[in-house]
């Protein structure tokens, strides 16, 4: 396989290994930035990637940097980190995650309803002038109302507002910054002034002092309620990961020489058989041993037509068996599962950075520091230049710019568009390998198919059954499926599975014989039957001009030749296709609504891709092409500026996916589907492309949403904070209109990028 299709994202050398934490206390981008540095000063790290959203790093490293290493710099930079080892582990984090965020909710929520009840009152005395029916306190009553609105203030500094001081505290101790430090400057320096106004009123000219603790109380509050707002749709980002985490049931019914057991998954070893009872959820991997059912892969492949199963076809762990009871033999358990391998692939993709994000970072890595220093110039410029009361306008306008800034926005931007946009194509059947093909996807403008596998089945099916001579159809097809049925074949599967549907009886078999690329020929009931090639026949003295007739027929349609004789004579003949998917005309026509040229490249011969040409309506074809000759096509396409996807098997199209701006592999789950190219599609539908182009064009669009918005709020709001409209038109912000500004800044970023949850991409 081409090293650029591989489903790793992080590069490592020959000694490198991958080694994940999860993290703990990160509140926005200067946060990432914090443990990123942390990580990457350790000796041996090669590349240290920390996803804000998914509160995860992915460290590369020799073994020089071992696992204590890496938590100790972590923990040394003032956060909690802990190594994952193994699917099972990135599991229960991923739950655990997800409830630490519903109780952060909840605690938020109860900061949120303690910040109002304190506040209020601070806010109505703050500005009982505006308070229809209120009286207007002067003098002594108004030093006692402000005093009152002292001691309100207290509990939400120390109770609601505590999170931001001791982060802001903490990342101080190892001189970083980050939100919480913003936070607490304002509010602190906020509380510091008007305090000092009530207990040294001398210091500030008469008339000029004036507390402002509702400003103390409202920004806190709102900045808590949009954190509150902030975790609860956080939480909602990672929902369809966590649909594929609760696929798998944790127990199992094995069966037992008495009877059945329910035991633990960690029980089931490869080779075990499973009884899988109707409703029930197919617990691991494994093949079908007896039993006829449907069952339900909608959840892994998007597909909601249930498939019929059979014994010797394959299952999936995490599927719903819907009718019939199946008996199944394990064959995969523990990371080794589809389910699990899934799993491991769509966090990887949504743990990944695209370009853009990583620019971000950078940016967010010195926002923090960079607002703290306007703020200081803010304030030095109002009290050396400002109107009086100079010092009054110089606490306010620099808290105001503290305040404002919004370093969580940028942050979140990007990686929670990602993680939404690679779940929900997860939970389509679509499988992206990282942030990166995610962004190519969108500007694909031709999508070149391969023919078998890609938009056929991959196997042969009946398409044509005709007797000759005295032989009735019925007694054709039971001595051909009977003979067939040893078999291995794929041609020789898809005669016996077109007698059974046609209701056929069993015959007894005796003394049957595989001929290695001719047939097969066995005793049916007492009489000689062969079945294979024409010429198989021939060379046994078998006389084939009876059925000339069908066979030009046959080779006119492109359709590969079975004959079949019993006792020495012709007893009719099968034609076999590679079928059409169902479905692969429409998803054809579908993208090229989208604006997308659909081309086919095969090995196979002229007439057979031509045949399927037509069937699927594409009309630029490339037949009798090797996989080399693949390759070059795409690589000429991308000569000309067409950026291509190429969509094929994920075998002998390796070297055309790798060669493709975005590779796109067929497998219905196979191992080859999950390591090859930079998408898998789980089902068997071409709709699977359809749906990588749109969800690919709306995560652009999101992101370039919640970017324009997060960076123009920043540019803007921050010099309205300073006070760069006053001047002209005697504006000047409120810092509590400039926490409820920051409040909800993120909050708006992470409901856009949920707008991607209501996607219906095909």
Known sequence: MNPQSAAVPAKRDAAGS???????????ASCVS??????????????????????????????????????????????????LAGAGAEMDAARARDDERDIEHRRLMRRFRAGVVFGLPVVVIGHMEMVPGLPSLTGEAMRIAWWLSALLALPILLYVGRRFFVGAWTAGRRRTANMDTLVALGTGAAWLYSTTVLLAPELFPAGSGRPFYEAVAVIITLVVLGQAIEARARGRTSRALRALLDLAPETAERIRAGGTETVSLDEVVPGDLLMIRPGARVPLDGRVRSGVSEVDESMLTGESVPVRKFPGDEVVGGTVNATGALT????????????????DMVRRAQASKPAIQRTVDAVAGVFVPAVILVAVLTFVIWYVAGPEPRFNFAMVTAVAVLVIACPCALGLATPISVMIAIGKAAAHGVLIRDGEALQRARRVDTVVLDKTGTLTMGRPQVCYAAAAGNFDTDDFLTMAAAAEASSEHPAARAIVQHARERGCGSAAVDHFAAHPGRGVSAVVDGRRVMAGSPLFLSEAGVDA??????????????ATPVAVAVDGVVAGVFGLVDAVRPGAAAAVGRLRELGVEVAMLTGDHKAAADRIAAQVGITSVRARVSPAEKAAVVETLRGRGSVVAMVGDGINDAPALAAADVGVAMGGGTDVALQTGDAALLGDSLRGVETLIRISRAAHRNIVQNLVGAFAYNVVGIPVAAGALYPSLGILLSPMIAGAAMAFSSVTVVANANRLRRLVPA
């Open 34 to 83: 914090a443990v990123e540095r942390a990580l990457a000063a350790v000796d041996g790290v090669q590349d240290a990637r920390v996803n804000l959203v998914e509160e995860m790093a992915r460290v590369s490293a020799t073994a020089a940097a071992g696992e204590e290493v890496l938590v100790g710099a972590v923990e040394g930079a003032g956060y909690g980190a802990e190594v």
């Open 18 to 28: 991958e080694i994940q934490l999860r993290i703990r206390g990160m509140h926005c």
């Open 328 to 343: 199944v033999e394990t064959t995969k358990v523990g990371e080794d599962t589809v389910l699990a391998r899934i799993v």
């Open 545 to 558: 001009e009876p059925v000339s007739e069908h066979l030009q027929r046959l080779a006119e349609d492109a």
